[in-house]
C-alpha cells in the first residue's frame, strides 16, 4: 500500500499541475441542479415562513409564493454559471502566474514520516 497511487493528478506535488483540471474528475448530476433547487426551496419556505410569523395560513398569498419560486430559481442557475465562470478565471490566473515564475513555486522535496519522526522510547 506505501508505493501505491491513487491518481497521478492526485498524488503529483509540482505547482504546474496542480491548478489543471482533473481528468478523473466524474461530475455528478445534482452538480448545475442544486442552486436552482435551493432557489426554490429558498422561495417557497421563505413565503411559507413569512406567512406563519405573520399568523397567516402557509399557503395563503400563492401568488407570492410563485414568484418567488420563479425568480430564485434562475437566479440560483445564473449564479451558479457565474461562480464557474470566476472560479475558472481564478484558477487559469493563478495557472499562468506559476507557469511566468517557476522559480517562486518549486517542486517540494518529498519527506518520509519515519525520517521526521525523533526516537522514542516509553518511560516504565
Not at 98 to 124: A, G
Amino acid at each position: 500500500m506505501s508505493d501505491m497511487q491513487i491518481g497521478a493528478h492526485s498524488t503529483n506535488k509540482d505547482p504546474n499541475v496542480l491548478l489543471l483540471p482533473d481528468p478523473e474528475r466524474q461530475v455528478t448530476w445534482l452538480h448545475d441542479k442544486y442552486l436552482p433547487i435551493f432557489g426554490a426551496i429558498i422561495g417557497y419556505g421563505g413565503s411559507c415562513f413569512r406567512n406563519y410569523f405573520h399568523d397567516m395560513p402557509l399557503h395563503a398569498g400563492i401568488w407570492r409564493h410563485i414568484l418567488l419560486t420563479a425568480v430564485l430559481v434562475p437566479a440560483g442557475y445564473y449564479w451558479n454559471i457565474y461562480r464557474e465562470r470566476k472560479m475558472g478565471e481564478y484558477d487559469a490566473l493563478l495557472h499562468w502566474y506559476i507557469t511566468q515564475h517557476p522559480e517562486e513555486f518549486p517542486v517540494p522535496e518529498r519527506h518520509k514520516l519515519r525520517d521526521m519522526m525523533k526516537p522514542w522510547l516509553p518511560m516504565r
